[in-house]
């Protein structure tokens, strides 16, 4: 038997959940299904990450991570309060340690207030100090609008408020193949068939592959990458007020390793970034064979790997090594020491990649007929996440009302 709805949206993450959300603001009524393979919602990439409420920073001026990270954290706040989630803005100190690193310092401040990011300030030394007494450098930017949450949690509230107005939750229910027909799509999970007239395909670390149950050819291929935390002992947390944050390089899409208090008053220190052995291998060194092997055998990742192999060998040396994460994290804070580094949790990173091995620097959408592929949704995605479900809300409306994008 099948079932029929207007929507389906695969993947329980915080894309999928406030796209849904986001179709039953703007149709009241309208029937979807949201199907999670896992059991419970929220267990990849949105109930694994530093709960960061970005601020648009560092995103290239005109993209759509710029444009849809300052007005969804505005977004987001106001959702939290509203539903009474526990929601900080701490801001945060970005911190460069070099000369070279100031004109770059510079470039992110300048970034900053062309996306629209309110009252950033610049910091000598002592500026940095009055922020963070254990940070040290030689300039600094100040960003208060910055802030953290719990994404886990905001999914969780989200998935709530659909089953309330109607939507189907289906969890633990992986789907396998995605037939499209004319006037929709049909989509199997196991022994259950699901029409729809539109399908949003929200599946993060897994978004190519069920891409390409679908008949598409997809842009990009997924190459996961694994960020690695450590907590700081209760004797060290209090070298860190909020967040602490480094310069990044320039050549890479993350981050850098980064301090941060979360929303429990714990101190995190990273992620690292290193290529992970599977699709959702958290931890250890024993290999998902068959995910890897398709990594390796991806053009788009051997070119990557030529051109990173020496940085990549050294973030995959300070995986390994305590005492060389404690000499990265004492970049920006110097008293830490590398018995205050205790392990904690780690994330996979969706990263898209292109053939030619360039990655997808801004969030990557395609569409065909029925179908909408969210194929890169990389942080900020969690901050963005309410009004990139609109946008997404917005091209299922189109497909629904026989238009086209
Ligand atoms: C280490 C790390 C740190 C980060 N820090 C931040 C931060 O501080 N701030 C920020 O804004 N962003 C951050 N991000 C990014 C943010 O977490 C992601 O952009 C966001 O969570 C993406 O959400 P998603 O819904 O697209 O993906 P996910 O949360 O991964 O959800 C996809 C879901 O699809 C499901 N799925 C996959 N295949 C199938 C299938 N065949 N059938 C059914 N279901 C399927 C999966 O089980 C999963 O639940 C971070 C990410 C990581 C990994």
Request: with cysteine.
């Amino acid at each position: 038997m099948t079932d029929r709805f207007d929507v389906v949206v695969v993947g329980g993450g915080i894309v999928g959940l406030a796209t849904a959300r986001a179709l039953q603001i703007a149709r009241p009524g309208i029937a979807i299904a949201l199907l999670e393979k896992e059991p419970a919602l929220a267990a990849h990439q949105t109930g694994r990450n530093s709960g960061v409420l970005h601020s648009g920073l560092y995103y290239r001026p005109g993209s759509l991570k710029a444009r849809l990270c300052v007005e969804g954290r505005r977004r987001m706040l106001a959702f939290c309060e509203e539903e009474g989630l526990p929601v900080r803005i701490s801001g945060k100190l970005v911190v460069a340690v070099s000369d070279a690193e100031i004109a770059r310092l510079e470039g992110l401040c300048e970034r900053g207030a062309a996306n629209g990011v309110e009252g950033i300030g610049r910091l000598g030394p002592s500026g940095i100090a009055d922020h963070e007494p254990h940070a040290a450098g030689v300039a600094g930017l100040w960003v208060p609008s910055t802030g953290v949450v719990d994404f886990g949690g905001v999914a969780r509230r989200l998935g709530q408020i659909l089953a309330d107005r109607g939507a189907s939750i289906l969890t633990g229910c992986e789907v396998d193949r995605i037939e499209t027909r004319s006037g929709g799509v049909v989509v199997g999970a196991g022994e259950r068939t699901i029409a729809a007239r539109a399908l949003v395909n929200a599946a993060g670390l897994h978004a190519d592959r069920v891409a390409a149950m679908s008949g598409v050819d997809p842009p990009v291929r997924i190459v996961p990458f694994r960020g690695e935390y450590h907590v700081l002992s209760a004797q060290a947390a209090g070298l860190v007020g909020g967040l602490i944050y480094p310069v990044p390089d320039p050549r890479f899409p993350f981050l850098g390793v980064h301090f941060t208090r979360r929303i429990d008053g714990s101190v995190e220190v990273g992620p690292n970034a290193v290529l992970a052995l599977g699709r959702e291998h958290y931890r250890g060194t024993r290999a998902d064979w068959a995910g890897l092997t398709e990594v390796l055998g991806y053009r788009g990742f051997r070119r990557l790997a030529a051109r990173h192999a020496v940085p990549g060998l050294g973030e995959m040396l300070r995986s390994r090594s305590r005492a060389l994460y404690a000499r990265e994290a004492r970049r920006l804070v110097p008293a830490i020491r590398s018995g205050d580094l205790d392990r904690g949790g780690s994330g996979i990173r969706a990263q898209a990649v292109f053939p030619n091995g360039q990655l997808a620097d801004d969030f990557v959408i395609a569409g065909e007929g029925p179908l909408i592929h969210v194929l890169s949704a990389p942080s900020p995605a969690a901050t963005a996440a309410l009004v990139i479900g609109e946008h997404l809300a917005g091209l299922v409306i189109l497909r629904l009302d026989g238009g086209s994008d």
